[in-house]
């Protein structure tokens, strides 16, 4: 969806590289919520944001949201192959109905 | 374990003809969602139901048909009006009593159509 876009659209990093990957809605954003997939699976729920400036953390994914600039970002630090996959991110822009509308998604390889 | 149950993984259908996907769930959530989902495009909402016995058109259900007679099913028809029904398909659902509840995602389905 154009409404939402990610960036970058791939990315290859070194085993132990931490990397950013970003999110930013044309919209007001109700909720941000990021999600994993591996290929020719359905998607894992990794983390949810609600309020601006709000950052959570589970093991070593880190994801802030911007509210201002309608924008999140999600860290990975010292990366490892289990974190390759396609991340998504989604969001809510119709005030709570959990209609959500997704980015492209981010393309991670992680290389030993 | 509570979770949602997409059938078939693969699915192969000539032109022409109508195939039903299914999709259930047992974590009792009221809302309903169908995704579909083509290479380098992110998710888009077919389906979605808050409700049963009541459902909604998403950003892109011309071609698509769907029931919600039962709160663990939602099953999805794409007729053959649909033009480009080859992709793959995902099913979710979510708790509606809570506002902004996360989507749990079943693990797709896989549509060819040749």
């Known amino acids: 969806s154009q409404e939402l876009e990610q960036s970058p659209q791939s990315l290859i990093v070194q085993e132990g590289k931490n990397l950013t990957i970003n999110c930013t809605s044309s919209k007001t954003l109700y909720g941000l919520y990021w999600y994993k997939q591996k290929y020719g699976e359905g998607l894992i729920f990794l983390m949810m944001l609600q309020k601006g400036g709000e950052e959570k953390s589970h093991e070593k994914i880190t994801a802030k949201l911007d509210e201002k600039k309608q924008q999140s970002s999600l860290h990975i630090t010292a990366s490892q192959p289990s974190h390759a996959g396609i991340y998504l991110c989604?969001?809510?822009?119709?005030?709570?109905?959990?209609?959500?509308?997704f980015g492209a998604g981010t393309r991670l390889a992680v290389h030993p | 374990d509570g979770g949602i149950t997409q059938s078939p993984k693969y699915l192969f259908r000539k032109e022409g003809q109508n195939v039903t996907l299914s999709c259930e769930q047992n974590?009792?959530?009221?809302?309903m969602y169908w995704y579909r989902q083509d290479p380098g495009q992110g998710l888009r909402l077919i389906y979605y139901s808050q409700i049963v016995n009541d459902f909604q058109k998403g950003d892109i259900a011309e071609g698509y048909s769907v029931s919600r007679e039962k709160k663990e099913s939602f099953p999805l028809t794409v007729t053959s009006a649909q033009k480009n029904p080859t992709a793959f398909y995902l099913c979710?659902?979510?708790?509606?009593?809570?506002?902004?509840?996360?989507?749990?995602f079943g693990n797709g389905t896989r549509l060819t159509v040749t």
């Open positions: 989604g969001a809510d822009l119709s005030g709570g109905y959990n209609k959500l509308i």
């Open positions: 974590l009792n959530h009221d809302a």
């Open positions: 979710a659902s979510s708790d509606r009593g809570t506002r902004n509840s996360p989507l749990h």
